[in-house]
């Protein structure tokens, strides 16, 4: 099975841009979705395909992707955007198979 | 609005059983795939298993291939979970997802989740 890698950290001040890469094998095929979860509750999908959000996200959620690295952006952070990131794609070999990256915690200066 | 509603979450001891469940409702349950997905305490997210709409197609993460059985019910709008040969390391919330009706896979949904524990 693939593996999708994750920065474990970033740091982003209030009103600035941060983006969150993830590396995988998995991504030259498929495109990654993007989930963000805050401490004890289930995440919620905030970006997919090749940049689609759904509705409620705000928009400066984005999303982009090149050869196996996809990358998540959020333009103007604010506090309410600190988390955990996840990224996720779908995995060759079957399918249903998939798989998440390792997760980045991104914190709001 | 969609929902999804774990249950069966328990303490077990190593090498037991336990399923779980996922009742769903708020969208057309048997025209979507669902997921289970886990979270070891502190960790992160780790797929575990996938079923097709109609029930016919299944997947597993490697970790639980063999022990672990997905599988549905579309009159009851409700996805399960058979877990056999606990062990400790299968201890975490157990989520369950909606694939969305794209291409792309994404799980548009997620319910809040089951803690199973298993230990002596």
Not at chain 2, 10 to 26: E, F, I, K, T
Not at chain 2, 53 to 81: C, E, M, P, Q, W
Not at chain 2, 97 to 110: M, T
Request: aromatic residues 10%; glycine residues 12%; hydrophobic residues 30%.
């Amino acid at each position: 099975s693939s593996e999708l890698t994750q920065d474990p950290a970033v740091s982003v001040a209030l009103g600035q841009t941060v983006r969150i890469t993830c590396q995988g094998d998995s991504l030259r095929n498929f495109y990654a979705s993007w989930y963000q979860q805050k401490p004890g509750q289930a995440p919620i999908l905030v970006v997919y395909g090749k940049n689609n959000r759904p509705s409620g996200i705000p928009d400066r959620f984005s999303g982009s992707s090149s050869g196996n690295t996809a990358s998540l952006t959020i333009t103007g952070a604010q506090a309410e955007d600190e988390a955990d990131y996840y990224c996720h794609s779908r995995d060759s070999g079957g399918l249903h198979l998939y798989v998440f990256g390792t997760g980045t915690k991104v914190t709001v200066l | 609005e969609v929902q999804l509603l774990e249950s069966g979450g328990d303490l077990v001891q190593p090498g037991g059983s336990l399923r779980l469940s996922c009742a769903a409702s708020g969208f057309t349950f048997i025209s979507y795939a669902v997921s289970w997905v886990r979270q070891a305490p502190g960790k992160g997210l780790e797929w575990v298993s996938s079923i097709s709409g109609s029930g016919g197609s299944t997947d597993y993460a490697d970790s639980v291939k063999g022990r672990f059985t997905i599988s549905r019910d579309n009159s009851k709008n409700t996805l399960y979970l058979q877990m056999n040969s606990l062990r400790a390391e299968d201890t975490a919330v157990y989520y369950c997802a909606n694939v969305g009706s794209s291409h792309f896979g994404q799980f548009d949904y997620w319910g809040q989740g089951t803690l199973v524990s298993v230990s002596s």
